[in-house]
T-cell receptor, first 115, second 117 residues
Framework: DAMVIQNPRYQVTQFGKPVTLSCSQTLNHNVMYWYQQKSSQAPKLLFHYYDKDFNNEADTPDNFQSRRPNTSFCFLDIRSPGLGDAAMYLC??????????????FGSGTRLTVV | AQSVTQLGSHVSVSEGALVLLRCNYSSSVPPYLFWYVQYPNQGLQLLLKYTSAATLVKGINGFEAEFKKSETSFHLTKPSAHMSDAAEYFCAVSARAGGTSYGKLTFGQGTILTVHP
């Protein structure tokens, strides 16, 4: 089945130690998104790629970076994780064009713990 | 600008009872509307979506939602709750976009549904 896969499902990292989360998709969707979801909160968009065009949300901290080397893969890099970055990180994809009508396909998420 | 308000952060029903989860939206342009479900430590799964066709939308697992423009609402219902429906539900809005522009999903705060035996 076509899907969005996030690895790892659970990640424990040390305070200040860089960490990378990965997302891959077999849907061949143009757009890939990274959301941060803290406990009992709505997902918050960090940034997205439309093909290779990177779009950062205005309030996304500089500590968060992203790479998309090809259509299938997208990475979230946290350069110096703090305790406040502990959260579920969700990757999602969507078709290009009139995106509003298609909705997103989400991965299962990566639960990040910072110790 | 667009936003979503979900009324009630927690809803509790008995198994077999009606499920009603409320969602009101605000959008400066005609919206697309979605309901997603999230089980613990899982990603979000699309339940249903409104994209300007029929105002009554049927989704998976027996859920449906009705788009009411006059009330700016998109409430989610299910006639008979099942234990497996216990989860968190998110309403989301996306502005319609044409051509090469693209819309972003804005989520509500979520409603946790508890189903009692």
């Amino acid at each position: 089945d076509a899907m969005v896969i996030q690895n790892p499902r659970y990640q424990v990292t040390q305070f200040g130690k860089p960490v990378t989360l990965s997302c891959s998709q077999t849907l061949n969707h143009n757009v890939m998104y990274w959301y941060q979801q803290k406990s009992s909160q709505a997902p918050k968009l960090l940034f997205h790629y439309y093909d290779k065009d990177f779009n950062n949300e205005a309030d996304t901290p500089d500590n968060f970076q992203s790479r998309r080397p090809n259509t299938s893969f997208c990475f979230l890099d946290i350069r110096s994780p703090g305790l406040g970055d502990a959260a579920m990180y969700l990757c999602a994809t969507s078709r290009g064009g009139r995106l509003g009508s298609y909705g997103y396909t989400f991965g299962s998420g990566t639960r990040l713990t910072v110790v | 600008a667009q936003s979503v308000t979900q009324l009630g952060s927690h809803v509790s029903v008995s198994e077999g009872a009606l499920v009603l989860l409320r969602c009101n939206y605000s959008s400066s342009v005609p919206p697309y509307l979605f309901w997603y479900v999230q089980y613990p430590n899982q990603g979000l799964q699309l339940l249903l979506k409104y994209t300007s066709a029929a105002t009554l939308v049927k989704g998976i697992n027996g859920f449906e939602a009705e788009f009411k423009k006059s009330e700016t609402s998109f409430h989610l219902t299910k006639p008979s709750a099942h234990m497996s429906d216990a989860a968190e539900y998110f309403c989301a809005v996306s502005a319609r976009a044409g051509g090469t522009s693209y819309g972003k999903l804005t989520f509500g705060q979520g409603t946790i549904l508890t189903v009692h035996p």
